[in-house]
Structure formats: structure tokens, C-alpha cells
């Protein structure tokens, strides 16, 4: 296998420099700008004075060296040969367009799609479709984040103050988009695939009650624990919750007061399904604000007011 050398440390600011989209910005007040220098912009497309100084791009350019157009060159890293055949075409029908442009503008007509779409259609998204998603835009951030912070780590005396301050403005976009992605993907809510959420650390209690509830025509899934319940309202949201009090990790008190006081779940209405004395759990009703109870050991009869809930619903 052959392997690839790394660049040498004294080139290192120059390869960063030819990776640079061109500037939209320019102070050329300490330089006059001559006819070469505008020759050199109309042909590449890159400036040949940035903030008073000469570019290393324009000086190669003059001593004979091939000067490629960055947004045509670089399209192939991300595209096939094919897409970068049909990109090229583009350019030259319709004019310049840089890659930093293309994606501003790709991002801005994104959110204003989005926007008009109404919020149920988000709601249809199932976990492998928003786990997709967030791999797709995770794992091309994660290099991009990785690689500034590493040049800011190991090469930042070698960086001239331009590089420098580019590297550092991509680390810190970088990390707000992660941010800005790891909010949108958090307040998906996908649509419910059941009816009932059964929070109860029996599973012989589990394996009757969901076979009860498929026998109706409703669905419900039964997990064992108060966290694992509060992680499923986190990405789903059943019709009614149904959850014992005594639990191996969390009260069912404390996570009734936790559902009844979150804006977005405060609404589902919640059971106790327990074998604690019914005189105990009255006391807790108004502390907890849950919905009702039924007692163990049940009869299927005690379910009525739960079936009328879920046809109303």
C-alpha cells in the first residue's frame, strides 16, 4: 500500500491558502491595484490584494504556476464525476458561483421549504429516519471540527495570522452547528406506532396487559423502568400512559410530577397501575395531578375508563 506523505510543516500555511474560498471582503487601500492584478482576479476569480497585503496566490500566478479555480476543482471531493460534469456545465450557463455561495443559498432555501411545511409531517419521521439523519450530519462535522481543532492544537505558531483566523472562525461554526443540530433533532417528536405506554418492572404484568390491549385493536408497549418510559416520551407520544408506582429506579410519583409539568406531555393522561393501597395513592393525586389509578390485582372490567380515553382520542 502506498501511503500518502504529509505535507511538510513550512508549506503547511500554503496548503491551507489554496483551500480558501475566495474573499467576499477587501481592504486594498495601502496597495494600488495594477492591470496584472486584474487580469489575475477576472481569470481565477480570487483577489490579488487581501487586507493591504499581495496573496500568495497571485504571486504563483505570476512566476508561471497553474492557479486552479477552487469552487470547480473542489466540487469533485464532495460529488461524483458525473455531478462535477453537470456543475461545471452550470458555471458556464449561468456564471460564476462559489461554493461557499452555493451553500448559503442551498442552506437559506432549505429553511424557507421547511418552514412551510406543517409541523404533523415532521412528526411522521420514524427513530431510523432522524438516527439517519443525524449520522449524515454528524459524521462530515465531526472531520471538519476534528481537523481546525488539530491545526489550532499542533500548528498554530506556524500559522500565519490570515490562516489562523480562518481556522479558528470554521472551529467555532463548526461547534454551533452541532449545537444548532443536536436542538432541531431533540424536538422532533415522531408519531406514536402505539397507543399505550406501560411503565411497570413486572414483565408477566407487561406480556398480559399488551396482549389485552392488541385483543381491543389498540397497541401498547411496555418498558421496565421510569428512565427507560421518560426516554420514550423523549422521541414518541402515546395516547395514555399507564405506570406502577414502585419502580426499580425511579417513584411513579416522581415521574407523574415530571410528565404533568413538561408543556409538551402535561396533556397525556396518566394512570397509576399499582398494588400500593388505593387510600395511599388518593393522598398523592393532586400532589402528582395523574389522571386516576387501578388497583392490582385487576379486573379487566377496571380498563373501561382507559378504552374510553383512547376512543375519544
Not at 211 to 235: H, I
Amino acid at each position: 500500500m502506498v501511503q500518502k506523505l504529509a505535507p511538510k510543516k513550512k508549506d503547511l500555511n500554503d496548503e491551507i491558502l489554496n483551500k480558501e474560498e475566495p474573499y467576499m471582503n477587501n481592504d486594498q487601500d495601502s496597495i494600488e491595484k495594477t492591470e496584472e492584478m486584474k487580469k489575475y482576479e477576472k481569470e481565477t476569480g480570487r483577489y490579488a490584494i487581501w487586507r493591504g497585503v499581495i496573496t500568495e496566490g497571485f504571486r504563483r500566478w505570476q512566476k508561471g504556476e497553474k492557479v486552479y479555480h477552487r469552487d470547480k476543482e473542489r466540487i469533485s471531493l464532495y460529488v461524483s464525476e458525473d455531478t462535477k460534469s453537470r456543475w461545471l456545465d452550470y458555471t458556464k450557463s449561468n456564471g460564476e458561483l462559489t461554493i461557499s455561495k452555493l451553500i448559503r443559498e442551498s442552506v437559506a432555501a432549505f429553511i424557507d421549504s421547511k418552514s412551510n411545511i406543517p409541523q404533523y409531517s415532521l412528526s411522521k419521521l420514524n427513530p431510523q429516519t432522524i438516527s439517519n439523519i443525524s449520522h449524515t450530519l454528524k459524521e462530515p462535522l465531526t472531520s471538519i471540527k476534528g481537523y481546525s481543532q488539530l491545526l489550532l492544537e499542533n500548528y498554530k505558531e506556524k500559522l500565519n495570522d490570515q490562516v489562523l483566523e480562518t481556522v479558528k472562525n470554521i472551529f467555532e461554526q463548526s461547534i454551533l452547528l452541532e449545537k444548532k443540530i443536536i436542538i432541531i433533532l431533540d424536538n422532533i417528536k415522531v408519531e406514536s406506532k402505539y397507543d399505550v405506554l406501560l411503565i411497570e418492572d413486572d414483565l408477566a404484568t407487561i406480556r398480559l396487559i399488551t396482549s389485552y390491549f392488541e385483543s381491543k385493536g389498540f397497541k401498547c408497549k411496555g418498558v421496565v423502568s421510569g428512565s427507560r418510559g421518560l426516554e420514550e416520551l423523549g422521541t414518541t407520544m402515546p395516547k395514555l400512559i399507564l405506570l406502577d408506582i414502585i419502580l426499580p429506579d425511579l417513584s411513579g410519583y416522581d415521574i407523574c410530577k415530571t410528565i404533568k409539568s413538561d408543556k409538551e406531555w402535561t396533556n397525556i393522561p396518566v394512570y397509576f397501575l399499582t398494588a400500593i393501597a388505593g387510600s395511599e395513592v388518593e393522598k398523592n393525586l393532586a400532589d402528582t395531578k395523574a389522571d386516576g389509578y387501578i388497583l392490582k390485582p385487576f379486573n379487566f372490567s377496571d380498563f373501561e375508563i382507559i378504552f374510553d380515553i383512547l376512543n375519544k382520542s
